[in-house]
Every structure is written in C-alpha cells, then in structure tokens.
C-alpha cells in the first residue's frame, strides 16, 4: 500500500469542501490498471456532485469522471492494457486524484498524434458533442440547430463539429466577448442571452420557422423558451442543468407547441459497453486529428486549486475547456 493525493470531500457544499488529502493506494486488483494522471478533466457533473444535486455514491468522495494518464501497474488478468500505455476515459469516478486504480472496460488508449492534456480536455465534452450531434438527432447540411451555453466546454467542440457536419448553427453566450469566441469556432450566429432574448433572435435568424433541435445545457433559465425556439415536430434535447433543474414540465407541453419530441440523455449510457465507448471515442479522435474540430484548453489548475476552479466554472468566468493538473 502506498499513498497518493486526491481531492476529496466529506460532506456536500461550497467549493471549500474540497480538500487536498493524502489517499491510501493499494496495488491494482486482479482485473484493475493502475494508471498516473497527467491531467483531469473539469465538468459540470463534478459541481453537481459536490453540491449535492446529484448524489454522491458515498462519503468521503473523490468527484471527476475525465483523466488521462500513464499506466503504471496492470492486474494479473488484464490483458489489453500494459505499463507504459497513454490511456484516457470519461466514466469513472474518481478522476480528482494523482494516481488511481481503475476498471480498464472504461479505458481507451489514446493516439499518438494527441496529447495526454487534449485527451483530458476532450473525452468526457468531446464524446457528449460526438453523441448529441450524431445519434441523439442526427445533424446534417439541413439542420438548423440552436446550441446553448455555445462557448463552454461542450459548446465550443460542439459549435465546430456541427459546422463540419453541414448544420447552419445558431448559439448563446452570455457576453460580447464569449459570443466573439463562439462566432470563431462553428456558429454561424450567437445571440448574448445576458442582453437580447434568445427566442426572439432564434426567431428572427430562422424567418420565423424556429430551429429543427435545441441542445440545452442551462435548465432552469432557458425553460420554456427553449421548447418555444423549436418548429413543430422539432426535438428538445435537455442534457445539462448548469442554472438549476428544469420544473413543472408537462407532456402537454410539446402537445401546445406542435408535437415536439423531447429528451434528458446521458453520456453514460451512449458509452456504457466497450464497443459503444470505442466507436464514440474513435469518432472523436478522427474529428480532432483532421483538425475539424479544435480543443481549447482556456484554463489550467493545480489539482490542489480545484475549489477555484468550480468557482470560476459556476460563476461563468470559464471558455471552452479546464485542466486541473496532479
Ligand atoms: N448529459 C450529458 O451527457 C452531459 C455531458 C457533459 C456535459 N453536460 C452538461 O453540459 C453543460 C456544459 O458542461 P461544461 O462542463 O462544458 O460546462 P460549460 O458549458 O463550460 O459551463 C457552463 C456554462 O453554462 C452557462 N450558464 C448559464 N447559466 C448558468 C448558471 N446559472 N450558472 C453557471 N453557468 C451557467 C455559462 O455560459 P454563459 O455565460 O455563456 O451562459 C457557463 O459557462 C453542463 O450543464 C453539463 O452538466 C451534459
């Protein structure tokens, strides 16, 4: 048994639950990899956790589900993976740590020409754009899409790789200087949803018609509006809750505005088998290496610092992607 560090919490609340502990690390059990982080992924999801709007497993807990690493030991009876492989994954929890053991069906080996830092940056945002554009609605040169919180994480890989798609892309940001960044990364239009109402820019942009899909990451504040931006038959896609859950939603809702489709998906169940995490992380792998979509790491952390980091991810102070290095 040796020791490693992590960032922990014994119980939900602020930002300063967060606390840089020494953990116990044993060797790797016989199906386990033991991997050394060269970078973790920041996520809305690990927010959640920490404030107790989603509930953590147990207490103490390690947040973060997105790293990228080194193996360093591997169990006796793992077979696809060997000391030395540069592995990456989106799925398990735990990522808030210098150096973990983990199940390796959640694993995936990156390729050379990407960086461990980018593969951090990208696998959990990355497969979520992969998975939203492609199978959830599948977007193509006849879609108009409304894509909110456009310069975030998701929303920046997610502005590009609907643009190389063919999609006419429309965006919200909430200030001049994130709707200037938006605009470089695949939007065709980003409306500041801080100054100008969004349903009547969508309106406006489309003739009138609404969009075709609404990928909506904010929740609380862009609800209903977000049902109202779509045409009839269109497809709402709720997949986020950064300003707070969604309430009193109705079926007859997508009735009133034209039978519209409806959806709450997560990454998770996209990629819960090893096929499915393959063929979802092989397909973000082509996109960032013929250089259609490009990954933004804006922010970098020490580990240690990962209170400020949600600080800054939960005050809207962040673009694109955020590293938190062990
Ligand atoms: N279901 C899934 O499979 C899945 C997977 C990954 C992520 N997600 C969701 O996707 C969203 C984006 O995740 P991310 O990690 O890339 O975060 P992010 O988009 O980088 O950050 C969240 C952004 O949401 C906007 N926002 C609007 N109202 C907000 C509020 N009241 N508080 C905080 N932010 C607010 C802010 O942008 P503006 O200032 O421009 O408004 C903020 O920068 C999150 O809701 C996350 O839970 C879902």
């Known amino acids: 048994m040796t020791t490693t560090k992590a960032m922990v919490f014994h119980e939900i609340g602020g930002p300063e639950v967060l606390k840089f502990e020494d953990v116990e690390l044993a060797p790797p059990g016989p199906g386990e990899v033991q991997i050394r982080h060269a970078a973790v992924g920041l996520n809305f999801l690990d927010v959640y956790y920490r404030t107790g709007a989603y509930k ?23 077979t696809d993976f060997a000391i030395g492989d540069r592995v990456a994954y989106a799925n398990s929890d735990g990522a ?4 973990r053991n983990i199940d390796p069906s959640v694993l995936v080996k990156v390729p050379d020409e990407i960086s461990l830092e980018t593969a951090a940056a990208m696998m959990l945002k990355g497969m979520t754009a992969q998975y939203l554009l492609n199978q959830t609605f599948k977007v193509g040169p006849q879609t108009v899409l409304l894509f909110h919180a456009a310069a975030g994480g998701v929303g920046l890989i997610a502005g590009q790789w609907a643009k190389a798609l063919g999609a006419t892309v429309i965006g919200t940001a909430g200030s001049d200087e994130k709707v200037r960044l938006a605009l470089q990364h695949g939007y065709d239009h980003v ?9 009547e820019g969508v309106r406006e942009i489309t003739g009138g018609r609404g969009v075709d899909v609404v990928y909506d990451s904010i929740g609380r504040d862009t609800f209903p509006q977000s049902l109202d931006c779509l045409k009839p038959r269109g497809m709402f896609v709720a997949f986020g809750q950064s300003s707070g859950a969604i309430e009193n939603f109705s079926l007859g809702m997508l009735a009133q505005r034209g039978s519209l489709f ?22 973000l792998f082509d996109v960032v290496r013929s250089n259609k979509v490009r990954i933004n790491i804006n922010q970098t952390y020490p580990l240690r610092e990962a209170g400020r980091a949600h600080t800054d991810l939960e005050t809207r102070k962040t673009t694109g992607t955020t590293l938190l290095i062990p």
Do not use: D, K, M, Q
């Not at 497993?57 to 360093?72: D, K, M, S, Y």
């Not at 808030?96 to 150096?99: D, H, I, M, N």
């Open 96 to 99: 808030y740590s210098a150096e």
């Open 191 to 199: 409306i500041n949803y801080s100054t100008e109402n969004f349903l």
């Open 262 to 283: 409806a959806t709450r998906p997560s990454l998770f169940t996209y990629i819960a088998t090893p096929p499915e995490l393959r063929a979802c992380a092989n397909a």
């Open 56 to 78: 953590a497993p147990h207490l103490p807990f390690i947040t973060g589900r997105e790293a990228a690493g080194t193996v360093t030991a591997v169990g006796s009876a793992v």
